[in-house]
C-alpha cells in the first residue's frame, strides 16, 4: 500500500468528475487504492463538491447567513466599508467579496454605499458555478474571480468575507500515548472515520499546549492563513481595509471544532461527504497575526453582536419599520437574532485589517 496520508490527485475527488460516480464512492476508491488522506484533504474535497452543487442557503437548504436574515447586516457593513473609503481620502476602489453566497450581502452593502457616494465596481471570489449564477442574477455587472491573483491591482481594495474562512479546510493533531498524531481519514466501504496518522515533531506544537492529555486536539488551518497573508500583501500593497465576520475564538487552543450541518440540524462531519456543509471555527489571533506580519494593521476581533450596535442597527431597524409599520415585529426578530448574545451576537466576532495609515473602521475603535 502507498505511504500513509499521500496526497491524491485532485481529478479524482473533482466535482466535475461525474463520471466517476457519486463523491463518498470517489473518495472511497481513492482511499482504498492511496492510503488515508489527511482531514484537510478530505475536507476540501467535501466542500468543493458540496458548494458546485447546490444553493445551500435559505430554507430550503442546509442553513441561513446573518445577510440572509436581513438588509441591515449588508447594509450596516457596507456603510462602514463606505466610511473607511471616505476618511482615507477617497481613494479609487473596488468592492471585493470573499464567498458572497447569493449575493445578498453584495447588493445590500453597495445600495447602502451608493447613498454615501461610494460606488465601487463589484469583484467576486467564488467558484461555484450554481452560486455564481444567484450572484448574477442580483448584480450583473459584477466581476468573478478564482481567486485573490486575478483582483485589480491598480485601486484600493474594500473587502467583507462573512462565514468564508470557516469553510476553508482545516488540519487536525491529535495527542496520543506517544506524542501528537496528524489525523487521517480512513474508510471502510463507503464509512468514513478519522484515525491517527504518523507522529509529528513536538517543536511544531505551540509550549503552552504541549502538555495536552491524550486524546487533545489541535486545529490549524493553513489556507486560511495562505489566503490571508495575500490579501494582506494586497491591501498594504494597493491601500483599502477588510471586514472579516465569522464564528470562533482567540487561539492557540486545545478543541475540535469541526462540525457539519445538514437541513438546518447538525450531522456526523465524516457521514455523506459532499452532501453537507464542513466547517470550523476560525482561529481569529492566527489570521491577524498572518496579516500583521506582511505588515498590515489589525483590529478585534469584536463580537458581531457589539459591531452591529455600534454601527447603527437601532436606529436602522426603527427607520425602517417607520416605512413598514407591518414590517415591525419581524424587523425586531431579525435585530434580536444579529446582535442578542444567545444567538449570532456572541458566538460570530468580526477582524478588521487595513493598510498601514488607513483609519480605524467604525464599530473596532
Given at each position: 500500500?502507498?505511504?500513509?496520508?499521500?496526497?491524491?490527485?485532485?481529478?479524482?475527488?473533482?466535482?466535475?468528475?461525474?463520471?466517476?460516480g457519486a463523491l463518498p464512492d470517489?473518495?472511497?476508491?481513492?482511499?482504498?487504492?492511496?492510503?488515508?488522506?489527511?482531514?484537510?484533504?478530505?475536507?476540501?474535497?467535501?466542500?468543493?463538491?458540496?458548494?458546485?452543487?447546490?444553493?445551500?442557503?435559505?430554507?430550503?437548504?442546509?442553513?441561513?447567513?446573518?445577510?440572509?436574515?436581513?438588509?441591515?447586516?449588508?447594509?450596516?457593513?457596507?456603510?462602514?466599508?463606505?466610511?473607511?473609503?471616505?476618511?482615507?481620502?477617497?481613494?479609487?476602489?473596488?468592492?471585493?467579496?470573499?464567498?458572497?453566497?447569493?449575493?445578498?450581502?453584495?447588493?445590500?452593502?453597495?445600495?447602502?454605499?451608493?447613498?454615501?457616494?461610494?460606488?465601487?465596481?463589484?469583484?467576486?471570489?467564488?467558484?461555484?458555478?450554481?452560486?455564481?449564477?444567484?450572484?448574477?442574477?442580483?448584480?450583473?455587472?459584477?466581476?468573478?474571480?478564482?481567486?485573490?491573483?486575478?483582483?485589480?491591482?491598480?485601486?484600493?481594495?474594500?473587502?467583507?468575507?462573512?462565514?468564508?474562512?470557516?469553510?476553508?479546510?482545516?488540519?487536525?493533531?491529535?495527542?496520543?500515548?506517544?506524542?501528537?498524531?496528524?489525523?487521517?481519514?480512513?474508510?471502510?466501504?463507503?464509512?468514513?472515520?478519522?484515525?491517527?496518522?504518523?507522529?509529528?515533531?513536538?517543536?511544531?506544537?505551540?509550549?503552552?499546549?504541549?502538555?495536552?492529555?491524550?486524546?487533545?486536539?489541535?486545529?490549524?488551518?493553513?489556507?486560511?492563513?495562505?489566503?490571508?497573508?495575500?490579501?494582506?500583501?494586497?491591501?498594504?500593497?494597493?491601500?483599502?481595509?477588510?471586514?472579516?465576520?465569522?464564528?470562533?475564538?482567540?487561539?492557540?487552543?486545545?478543541?475540535?471544532?469541526?462540525?457539519?450541518?445538514?437541513?438546518?440540524?447538525?450531522?456526523?462531519?465524516?457521514?455523506?461527504?459532499?452532501?453537507?456543509?464542513?466547517?470550523?471555527?476560525?482561529?481569529?489571533?492566527?489570521?491577524?497575526?498572518?496579516?500583521?506580519?506582511?505588515?498590515?494593521?489589525?483590529?478585534?476581533?469584536?463580537?458581531?453582536?457589539?459591531?452591529?450596535?455600534?454601527?447603527?442597527?437601532?436606529?436602522?431597524?426603527?427607520?425602517?419599520?417607520?416605512?413598514?409599520?407591518?414590517?415591525?415585529?419581524?424587523?425586531?426578530?431579525?435585530r434580536q437574532r444579529l446582535v442578542?448574545?444567545?444567538?449570532?451576537?456572541?458566538?460570530?466576532?468580526?477582524?478588521?485589517?487595513?493598510?498601514?495609515?488607513?483609519?480605524?473602521?467604525?464599530?473596532?475603535?
Open positions: 500500500m502507498p505511504e500513509e496520508g499521500r496526497a491524491i490527485s485532485s481529478d479524482t475527488l473533482s466535482p466535475d468528475a461525474a463520471t466517476q470517489r473518495l472511497a476508491r481513492a482511499i482504498t487504492l492511496g492510503g488515508p488522506i489527511p482531514l484537510s484533504q478530505f475536507m476540501a474535497a467535501a466542500n468543493a463538491h458540496y458548494y458546485a452543487t447546490r444553493d445551500p442557503l435559505g430554507a430550503t437548504g442546509d442553513f441561513v447567513t446573518a445577510p440572509e436574515i436581513s438588509q441591515m447586516f449588508g447594509e450596516l457593513i457596507g456603510l462602514a466599508l463606505a466610511d473607511s473609503w471616505d476618511r482615507a481620502g477617497r481613494p479609487d476602489a473596488a468592492y471585493v467579496e470573499l464567498g458572497p453566497g447569493r449575493g445578498t450581502l453584495a447588493a445590500d452593502a453597495l445600495r447602502a454605499m451608493a447613498k454615501a457616494q461610494a460606488m465601487p465596481p463589484a469583484h467576486f471570489v467564488e467558484t461555484s458555478p450554481v452560486l455564481r449564477a444567484a450572484q448574477a442574477a442580483r448584480l450583473p455587472g459584477a466581476t468573478w474571480h478564482d481567486d485573490l491573483a486575478t483582483l485589480p491591482d491598480d485601486v484600493a481594495l474594500l473587502v467583507v468575507a462573512n462565514e468564508f474562512f470557516d469553510a476553508l479546510p482545516i488540519a487536525q493533531l491529535v495527542k496520543g500515548g506517544d506524542g501528537w498524531h496528524e489525523r487521517l481519514v480512513a474508510c471502510q466501504d463507503t464509512l468514513f472515520l478519522p484515525i491517527a496518522g504518523k507522529r509529528v515533531p513536538d517543536e511544531i506544537i505551540p509550549p503552552s499546549l504541549a502538555d495536552a492529555p491524550a486524546g487533545a486536539i489541535i486545529e490549524t488551518a493553513p489556507a486560511a492563513v495562505t489566503l490571508i497573508r495575500a490579501l494582506a500583501r494586497r491591501l498594504v500593497a494597493q491601500g483599502g481595509v477588510a471586514i472579516i465576520v465569522d464564528y470562533g475564538y482567540e487561539g492557540p487552543a486545545i478543541g475540535d471544532t469541526l462540525q457539519a450541518v445538514r437541513g438546518h440540524a447538525a450531522a456526523n462531519p465524516f457521514d455523506a461527504p459532499g452532501e453537507q456543509d464542513l466547517t470550523a471555527h476560525v482561529d481569529f489571533a492566527t489570521l491577524k497575526a498572518a496579516a500583521e506580519a506582511e505588515g498590515a494593521t489589525t483590529w478585534g476581533p469584536v463580537d458581531q453582536g457589539d459591531l452591529l450596535l455600534a454601527l447603527g442597527i437601532d436606529a436602522r431597524a426603527a427607520s425602517l419599520a417607520r416605512r413598514a409599520p407591518d414590517r415591525g415585529d419581524e424587523l425586531a426578530a431579525a442578542a448574545p444567545d444567538q449570532m451576537g456572541r458566538l460570530f466576532k468580526a477582524v478588521a485589517i487595513a493598510a498601514p495609515g488607513w483609519p480605524v473602521p467604525a464599530g473596532f475603535a
